[in-house]
Each structure stands twice: as structure tokens, then as C-alpha cells.
């Protein structure tokens, strides 16, 4: 089992700042990527951010510019930094991981989600 706990979520004005972070501890064999995904009041979770074991990054059109996602593989922490907030950036957030087990099985775990409130 594998265990995701994030801190980092809050309120913060129109144009504000917070940092999420998004720590990974448990069986863990090979991490393959981290990421962040948000689900906003009566809408569909999606994703925000994700950075693979391959330092590759993936970002949703909207944060781009904004946000950067980052990774201390040492500590298997996974950090989203959030800047230039907009209200439509209010939402859960969670914290995603896929690893691989020493049997060689992919699985995905998730975070139990951090407030972020934008007011304009």
C-alpha cells in the first residue's frame, strides 16, 4: 500500500499564490509519475499537472504559465506551484501517483484532496 498525504491548500485573493505538496510513503518500488487533478463544484475532475519519472511535464491549458509542477525524488514529494490564482482555479485538489510494485504491477493511488479557494 502506498499513501498520499498533501498539505497546502487554503484561500487566497484573485492573483495570490499557494503552494501544494504532496508526500508519497509506503511499498514503493518505482514511482512512475506524479500529479495533481482538481474537480471543481458539479464539474469532472481533470487534470492540472503531472510530471513522470522522465522529468516529462504535462499541463492543462488553463494553468500553463501559472502553475509548475515539481518533484523531490528523493523524498518522493510532489509539489504544484500556484501562482497568478483566478477564482475558476477554486476546487479540490488531488494528489496523484502511479507506482510500480516489485511485482510488476501498475498501480494508482490517490491523495484525499486539499481545499483551494480563489476569492476575485
Not at 497546502?8 to 485573493?13: A, D, P, S
Not at 509539489?79 to 500556484?82: E, G, R, S, V
Not at 497568478?84 to 477554486?90: A, C, G, I, Q
Given at each position: 500500500?502506498?499513501?498520499?498525504?498533501?498539505s497546502?491548500?487554503?484561500?487566497?485573493?484573485a492573483?495570490?499564490?499557494?503552494r501544494?505538496?504532496?508526500?508519497?510513503?509506503?511499498?514503493?518500488?518505482?514511482?512512475?509519475?506524479?500529479?495533481?487533478?482538481?474537480?471543481?463544484?458539479?464539474?469532472?475532475?481533470e487534470?492540472?499537472?503531472a510530471?513522470?519519472?522522465?522529468?516529462s511535464t504535462?499541463?492543462?491549458?488553463?494553468v500553463k504559465?501559472?502553475?509548475t509542477?515539481?518533484?523531490?525524488?528523493a523524498?518522493?514529494?510532489v509539489?504544484?506551484?500556484?501562482n497568478?490564482?483566478?477564482?475558476?482555479?477554486?476546487a479540490?485538489?488531488?494528489?496523484?501517483?502511479?507506482?510500480?510494485?516489485?511485482t510488476?504491477?501498475?498501480?494508482?493511488?490517490?491523495?484525499?484532496?486539499?481545499?483551494?479557494t480563489?476569492?476575485?
Open positions: 500500500q502506498v499513501q498520499l498525504v498533501e497546502g491548500g487554503g484561500f487566497v485573493q492573483g495570490g499564490s499557494l501544494l505538496s504532496c508526500a508519497a510513503s509506503g511499498s514503493i518500488f518505482v514511482i512512475m509519475s506524479m500529479g495533481w487533478y482538481r474537480q471543481a463544484p458539479g464539474k469532472q475532475r487534470l492540472v499537472a510530471l513522470t519519472s522522465g522529468a504535462n499541463y492543462a491549458d488553463s504559465g501559472r502553475f509542477i515539481s518533484r523531490d525524488n523524498k518522493n514529494t509539489y504544484l506551484q500556484m497568478s490564482l483566478k477564482p475558476e482555479d477554486t479540490v485538489y488531488y494528489c496523484n501517483a502511479e507506482v510500480l510494485a516489485t510488476g504491477t501498475l498501480y494508482d493511488y490517490w491523495g484525499q484532496g486539499t481545499q483551494v480563489v476569492s476575485s
